[in-house]
């Protein structure tokens, strides 16, 4: 094959994966707005998928709010405005971390779970099972998943946020002699609610593609036990890549303002 | 629609491939109402997906599948494919158990999911059903993974049956049970039909289930039926390939791809 064809079949197979996806994704979407939904699919779901990534995604937050203190502190001596570093810290956490690094963790541990579970469940003919017994496996399987992630993944991306903060705060109250009150007052006046929300909108969006890659791979599973691999794989990494770039995009609209 | 003429269920020129690889190259399978049809061949002949088309989990390339004289290809909403899938019943190869959910759960599915029984009552019937495949109330709330293979399949045929379906359809019933409990299904199967009175289709390579279960056998060779008759001709059907595959030759006209 000449490199001109190469790169021709690779752009068709993208392609072809994209609309694949956006087909998914579409179907996906309309099962999570028109009912019937199954309630207890959905509960059992926020608890897996936010509940439990709690630990994960606190103790994430509280390492980078900390090590973020410190740089930021290292950097700011530069130009004698050490001071502002509380300010710095919140924003970078709002605005960028805590959304990016929640999301990622729920990529690690949620697309991972999805593709592996549904994945399992087409290796096994349990999704055919579904169908004949009258149960469509996108509002069963796929629905309670999106819904239950675009709906945990701003909230834990709070509970970042505030850990996050909390874990500036620690270090420069405890090393580096900043005054507590003064730290709290300092984050507070200086932080808009957009800082705050634009976040959370990001990890509304962040949510949606964590769940929809580890649906949609698992859901198109092949090949036994290495197809199911394979599509934990896949869900893990597209997820992580697609959440960087809807991030540069989202966060280039939000600034453009 | 429902004179006895009219084929409980018919495959018409069904041609299925993946890829270059053709599987199912025109096959016409008509089954009558009330009758039994096993459909035997060698692994990857395409028994699997004959049966996948014929429920509908599987689109055919090419051809046309008719349950009670309706073309399925027609079925369009939502509502009717669920109707529509409500007169079937299916035994999964490997029971296909959904292993997040109970016995009872599992076997009152279509009950509590898509017919809004309640739960109460949807459990009842799941224990009903399982009594009836020999299961006692005790298995009902354990999980899949605490059942023998074999305790599986009765299972998966409580929850086939539970909502009496019309037509039953059974993957390879007996692949990887040792043969006892492979009669036991086997005879489980023939009760459940008749009791019901529904039409079987049933695929396997296991010789001795298809002469339990089927009314009439078809062999499946290369994408085509290529014999069909009654179960009791399976030892004399003058056919080469039937013969070769009764008697489990490596020599004969069924060529192994290695
Ligand atoms: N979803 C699929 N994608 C690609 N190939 C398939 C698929 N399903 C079945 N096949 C191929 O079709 C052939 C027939 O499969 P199957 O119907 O499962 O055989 P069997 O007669 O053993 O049940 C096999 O070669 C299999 O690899
Ligand atoms: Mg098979």
Known sequence: ?257 | MSDTKTPMLELRGVRKAFGDKVVLDGVDIPVARGRSLVIIGGSGQGKSVTIKIAIGLMAPDAGQVFVDGQDTALIRSAADRARHNARFGMLFQGAALFDSLTIWENVAFRLTNADKVPRKEARERAVEALARVGLPASVANLYPIELSGGMQKRAGLARAVVAQPEIIFFDEPTTGLDPINADVINNLIVEQVKRLGCTAVSITHDMASARKIGDEIAMLYNGKIVWRGPAADIDHSGNAYVDQFVHGRADGPIKIEV
């Open chain 1, 1 to 257: 094959m000449n490199p001109v064809q190469a790169v021709g079949r690779s752009t068709l197979g993208l392609l072809r994966t994209a609309g694949s996806v956006a087909i998914f994704a579409g179907r996906g979407v309309g099962a999570s707005l028109s009912t019937p939904w199954f309630a207890g699919q959905l509960a059992r779901q926020v608890v897996a998928i936010g509940y439990l990534s709690l630990p994960v995604v606190g103790l994430t937050a509280v390492f980078t709010g900390a090590a973020l203190a410190l740089n930021i502190y290292t950097g700011g001596g530069r130009f004698n405005a050490e001071q502002i570093m509380p300010q710095i810290v919140a924003l970078g956490i709002t605005r960028e971390l805590g959304p990016v690094l929640a999301a990622l963790m729920l990529a690690g541990r949620v697309s991972a779970a999805i593709a592996a579970e549904i994945g399992a469940m087409r290796a096994t003919e349990q999704i055919d099972a579904l169908n004949t017994l009258s149960t469509d496996p996108f509002r069963y399987l796929v629905a309670p998943r999106l819904i239950a992630a675009v709906l945990t993944l701003p909230l834990l991306t709070a509970v970042a946020d505030t850990i996050g903060v909390a874990g500036g705060f620690l270090v420069a109250t405890q090393t580096l002699g900043f005054s507590g009150p003064l730290y709290v007052q300092n984050t507070w006046n200086f932080l808009t609610s957009w800082d705050i929300e634009s976040g959370l909108i990001k990890s509304a969006v962040f949510g949606f593609i964590v769940a929809l890659m580890g649906a949609y791979h698992g859901y198109n599973a092949s090949g036994g036990a290495r197809g199911v691999g394979r599509a934990t794989t896949h869900a893990v990494v597209s997820a992580a890549i697609l959440v960087f770039a809807a991030d540069y995009i989202l966060t280039s609209l939000f600034t453009a303002k």
